[in-house]
């Protein structure tokens, strides 16, 4: 019985290993992009949100790792007071005709 808990331990660490290498190796296929090189990257460098080599989000968000518990984030999320609730001016609309 001890050896066959063994065995069976061994084969479940290979195939973990094996699934493991192959997902890595999937992953590294060109469909699921590569880091921005050349032309596309000098345009993201350019973007004003593009600060110290990371993108910044225009909105502050609360952190939790910033000493912020769960429950005061949410507190935040759901009852403070938000700024410009309602578009300043008219949001452009397009009639389609479906049938064309």
């Not at 493991?20 to 699921?32: D, E, R, S, V």
């Not at 990371?54 to 403070?80: I, R």
């Amino acid at each position: 019985m001890k050896r066959w808990v063994r065995k069976m331990l061994l084969a479940l660490l290979i195939s973990v290993v094996i699934l493991a290498l192959g997902i890595g190796l999937y992953i590294q296929q060109p469909k699921f992009g590569t880091l921005p090189q050349g032309a596309r990257l000098e345009r993201i460098e350019r973007s004003p949100n593009y600060v110290n080599g990371q993108f910044q989000n225009l909105v502050p968000t609360p952190q939790f790792s910033e000493g912020n518990s769960t429950v005061s984030v949410w507190w935040y999320f759901l009852f403070a007071k938000k700024e410009r609730l309602a578009p300043i001016a008219s949001i452009p609309a397009v009639k389609t005709d479906l049938k064309t």
